[in-house]
């Protein structure tokens, strides 16, 4: 079987991209000026590329899975099967505007919209209904205004950059996150198929792991019926009898957010030295 050839993006989303092949059990590592990371696994060769790019290099074949946000599939318009939505990196594309500015001031004349995203932004203020001209930036769009623009459409994930630069939001375009994504060509080959599907099951562990935790806990026989009824599960809970005939031994794999309310509530059904501990993964 041939290596699976991926591209991991530069900038922001590599650290989280990075820290998730890590938690698979496939450590990342990059030195400094170079653009092809060490990867803990054979099958496996990587890339890094602007997250810009991903999308067209998978359509084109030349890479056979990638990583990058739907905010850069979409401007660019590449065709790639979409495996994964990792749920990180959440940003937003808005269009803002210096504090002053009004709609009607806007709507008067034909306005500069600075912008990285060029496709996108055509398409919101042509159903907006705008007079503009698009100047294409590279980075640090939120400078532009008002001397060099009217208008920036630009991501953000709190808007706080935009109001440190005094600006305000006008309009949401669209969410975006990180995806795991796939070129349609490795994607009809079977055996990258099978490799990128073993990949996404990983992540998916992964990111199931981090959302949930182990408890364990000691019950009397007396008590074990009524606090199996109370318990969450994945499924069921594993149970074992303890030394001695004295009762059982139950771990549950529970949600997080649930912890805070679900052990005082095992303890009033008779939980006794209960430990919590984290999960790597989790595989249904």
Do not use: C
């Amino acid at each position: 079987m041939g290596k699976l050839r991926i591209l991991i993006p530069k900038g922001r989303i590599y650290d989280n991209v990075a820290k998730l092949f890590a938690e698979a059990g496939i450590p990342i590592t990059l030195s400094d000026r170079t653009y092809r990371p060490s990867i803990g696994a054979d099958w496996l060769d990587g890339k890094v590329m602007k997250p810009q790019n991903v999308g067209e290099l998978l359509e084109l074949g030349s890479h056979d899975a990638g990583f990058t946000g739907i905010d850069w599939i979409k401007e660019t318009q590449s065709e790639v099967v979409e495996v994964m939505d990792l749920g990180f990196d959440r940003v937003r594309i808005v269009a803002a505007v210096p504090h002053e500015m009004d709609d009607r001031a806007l709507r008067n004349k034909k306005i500069v919209v600075a912008t990285e995203y060029v496709h996108l932004a055509e398409e919101w203020l042509n159903a907006q209904g705008y007079q503009y001209r698009i100047l294409r930036t590279y980075g640090a769009t939120e400078v532009f205004p008002p001397d060099d623009a009217d208008m920036i459409v630009d991501n953000t994930s709190s808007g706080q950059t935009l109001k440190d630069n005094g600006l305000k939001i006008i309009g949401t375009i669209m969410e975006s996150s990180t995806r795991f994504v796939a070129s349609p060509k490795a994607m009809e080959d079977p055996e990258k198929r099978s490799q990128i599907e073993e990949l996404a099951m990983l992540f998916h562990a992964v990111l199931d792991g981090r959302e949930k935790v182990m408890l364990e806990m000691n019950v009397t026989k007396l008590r074990f019926p009524e606090l199996v009824a109370g318990l969450p599960a994945m499924r069921s809970p594993t149970i074992a009898p303890l030394y001695g005939d004295d009762g059982y031994a139950v771990k549950i794999a529970v949600n997080k957010q649930e912890v805070p309310l679900l052990i005082p509530k095992l303890k009033r059904l008779g939980a006794t030295d209960i430990v919590e501990y984290e999960l790597r993964k989790v595989v249904p």
